[in-house]
């Protein structure tokens, strides 16, 4: 079986364990495909954390959940050096940082210092502790958590963090008939006997070769320039509507060329598709501009939504 074929058998599986978060189901693949991080917004009890875990169980990769609170130290993520009185040396003791996927469970209830400690895991790849650098693996995923409904005793993620993740996608409740097939599912799971995978987990190999793929679909010219000018459209938006000019303080940097350009040919490469259409860009453009567009006071004043200005956005942008 090919690797794109064992991706798509992949996401199906996920669907029938994940019911009604189909679009979670599709980012935390797109993330991984793209070598990138997801933060992901609702309330509590949509499927965040089974989402990642069944796709842990799919994968050959270790797995590790951290619950962010206010008393979280950095070395509870980083690991820390442990005396050892038998031997008279400090030996070096991982923390979950150092496995190849990482759930953050509400993210922006721990302070400042962890965050930092997260943020060098998710950009670098590496983690840093006194005079030595340690390595993390290739496979490396990170999906961070925020709860839209409760902000007490939160630290809200600065700009730099947010700028790191490659999507940030909002879920919602689901639909009636899918909270029925919800109740069924796990009244079935409740007398199950054993939880392995319907097919063999996905190896780590399988994972890189399925990057290298996505990274060979082809990305037409006037559509490298289309994605650029959305970009560019939010730095400058006096160019294409007043209002807009009005409501935008600042708009996304590269980061968020470079994460279109990726998933959008990750998309692609998902559907089967060894190009990459004008939807796809639009389809995956809320999800990378919304964390990464500074909004004025007039707009929040006027109750306008990220959602609402790039869809703006996305109407007045249009393909070379």
């Known amino acids: 079986m090919s690797v794109h074929a064992r991706f798509s058998q992949l996401q199906q599986q996920l669907n029938d364990k994940v019911i009604g978060q189909q679009a979670l189901v599709q980012r935390l693949l797109l993330a991984l495909l793209a070598d990138?991080?997801?933060?992901?917004?609702g309330a509590p009890g949509l499927a965040k954390t089974r989402a990642i875990q069944q796709l842990a169980q799919q994968l050959e990769v270790s797995f590790q959940r951290i619950q962010f609170t206010p008393d979280l130290l950095p070395a509870?993520?980083?690991?820390?050096?442990?005396?050892?009185?038998?031997?008279?040396?400090?030996?070096f003791h991982p923390g979950p940082l150092f496995n190849q996927f990482v759930l953050a469970d509400e993210i922006n209830r721990a302070p400042?210092?962890?965050?930092?400690?997260?943020?060098e895991?998710?950009?670098?790849?590496?983690?840093?502790?006194?005079?030595?650098?340690?390595?993390?693996?290739?496979?490396f995923l990170v999906m961070a958590t925020q709860n839209p409904l409760e902000q007490e005793g939160t630290y809200p993620l600065p700009e730099a963090q947010l700028d790191r993740f490659l999507m940030h996608t909002w879920v919602s409740y689901p639909s009636t008939e899918e909270e029925l097939a919800i109740l069924r599912l796990v009244r079935e799971e409740l007398v199950e006997t054993s939880d392995e995978p319907v097919a063999g987990p996905l190896t780590?190999?399988?994972?890189?070769t399925a990057r290298r793929e996505v990274q060979n679909v082809y990305l037409a010219e006037p559509l490298e320039r289309y994605l650029v000018d959305l970009v560019q459209a939010t730095r400058r938006p006096g160019l294409y509507d007043a209002?807009?000019?009005?409501?935008?303080?600042?708009?996304?940097?590269p980061r968020a060329s470079l994460a279109l350009d990726?998933?959008?040919?990750?998309?692609a490469w998902l559907k089967g598709r060894a190009e990459v259409l004008p939807e796809d860009i639009q389809e995956l453009a809320p999800d990378i501009l919304r964390h990464r567009l500074l909004l004025s006071f007039e707009?929040?004043?006027?109750?306008?939504?990220?959602d609402a200005i790039i869809q703006r956005l996305l109407s007045l942008v249009a393909v070379a």
Do not use: Y
């Open 76 to 91: 509870d993520l980083t690991g820390t050096e442990i005396f050892r009185p038998q031997t008279g040396e400090f030996n």
């Open 243 to 253: 209002q807009l000019d009005a409501w935008l303080e600042l708009g996304a940097g």
């Open 299 to 306: 707009a929040q004043a006027d109750g306008i939504s990220r």
């Open 36 to 41: 990138g991080h997801l933060l992901v917004e």
């Open 204 to 208: 780590r190999e399988s994972v890189l």
């Open 112 to 119: 400042a210092k962890v965050q930092s400690a997260l943020l």
């Open 121 to 139: 895991a998710m950009s670098e790849r590496q983690i840093s502790l006194g005079d030595e650098t340690r390595s993390l693996d290739a496979v």
């Open 262 to 267: 990726r998933c959008s040919r990750a998309l």
